[in-house]
């Protein structure tokens, strides 16, 4: 007896099929992806291209020396690629004429020295830019240098040498302080943001003044004492790389050209919205709640103080409410950690608004100075 034989076994169809190309199709795909995320082709080479840095001259050479700027030939250049890896770094005169990168985004920056604490005679010069850099290409970068710290200078009068003998002067700002001595002729360079002006004066330290500086900002001061007299005033003078603020400070006297003309208390009150005003009055308490304000320590806030229209104001309605931002201004007058402040007189420099815990106050604050 014959064994019945199987029958043939029938070609795979087409559409029985589909399921396994579609994923071979898809995986290809996924690979060629990943070779142009990784900027390579097809056979994993990198696709190139090609960055060039250019530093204009601050200054014609002949006229270096006179304006204190340096030679950018010294000026550090970093190239960083978009997860933050330095590609490239060097002194410009060294730098490549065109720097072969992988495709992408660089970060190009650059800096004439570095700068991280208050520092003598240490103008910090630099620029920063992004660039896309595609396969082919050749992309051109020229960083534009601006100074990017500020600078401080005083010139101490006799007048107040012979008032202060033993005084002893010091400059706070971001990362540190200074110590100036009335024969120091050097600018002391800074951080952007405030700076802070102190005396010692034989063990009695009191904070003369705090100004805002921004980069590319000089400010000379003048300091002198007198008793009573009301002097002072602001003259700007532009060149093209700097901005200097020519301003007087008087012990005792007027301060910035405005300041003459400050609002007393009363009169800031009714100027809600006005903007870089100077007001003043008699620090008095501390606002601790809507229309509450704790006029006797001890004080549980650092964040504001209230100025009184007199030292011995106690009522709200006659008091204006001063912001304390975190930083010099606060560590210097909030009562909490200074009570001995509590009924002494004060300029504030800041916008006004109709309410602040209640009751009309000042805001941003960017300079003080004791009446």
């Not at 840095?53 to 960083?80: H, K, M, Q």
């Not at 002194?91 to 985004?105: C, H, I, M, N």
């Amino acid at each position: 007896m014959k064994t019945p034989l199987s029958p043939p076994a029938r070609p795979a169809r087409l559409r029985d099929r589909l399921p396994a190309i579609a994923a071979f199709a898809l995986l290809a795909c996924l690979l060629v992806s990943l070779m142009l995320v990784s900027c390579r082709d097809f056979f994993g080479k990198e696709r190139m291209g090609k960055l060039c840095v250019n530093i204009p001259e601050l200054y014609p050479p002949s006229t270096r020396a006179e304006t204190g700027a340096p030679d950018v030939g010294t000026f550090l250049v970093t190239v960083t690629d978009a997860s933050g890896k330095t590609v490239c770094e060097s002194d410009y005169a060294r730098f490549p004429d065109e720097l072969s990168v992988p495709a992408g985004t660089y970060t190009v920056s650059t800096v004439s020295v570095p700068f991280s604490a208050p520092a003598f005679d240490c103008p910090q010069w630099g620029d920063t830019q992004i660039v896309t850099v595609a396969e082919g290409s050749s992309v051109a970068v020229t960083l534009t240098c601006r100074q990017l710290n500020s600078g401080l200078r005083l010139d101490v009068e006799e007048s107040f040498q012979a008032a202060f003998p033993k005084g002893k002067l010091s400059l706070k700002g971001t990362g540190g302080t200074l110590a100036y001595p009335y024969d120091e002729r050097r600018t002391a360079f800074f951080l952007p943001g405030p700076v802070s002006l102190s005396l010692d004066d034989d063990g009695y330290v009191q904070s003369l003044f705090t100004r805002q500086l921004e980069a590319c900002q000089m400010l000379a001061v003048r300091l002198s004492a007198r008793r009573g007299a009301q002097t002072g005033g602001i003259s700007i003078q532009l060149d093209t790389a700097r901005t200097w603020i020519q301003d007087r400070f008087v012990l005792g006297g007027g301060g910035a050209a405005d300041i003459d003309n400050a609002y007393d208390v009363t009169q800031a009150r009714l100027h809600a919205g006005e903007q870089d005003v100077w007001v003043w009055g008699y620090i008095v308490g501390v606002a601790t709640n809507t229309r509450k304000v704790a006029f006797e320590p001890p004080f549980n806030k650092n964040t504001n103080l209230v100025l009184g229209t007199r030292a011995s104001t106690t009522e709200p309605d006659h008091c204006l409410s001063v912001e304390l931002p975190a930083g010099p201004i606060r560590d210097a007058l909030n009562l909490q950690d200074h009570p001995g402040l509590l009924g002494r007189g004060i300029y504030f420099r800041g916008n006004l608004v109709a309410g602040y815990y209640g009751i009309p106050g000042l805001k941003a604050p960017s300079e003080y100075q004791f009446r």
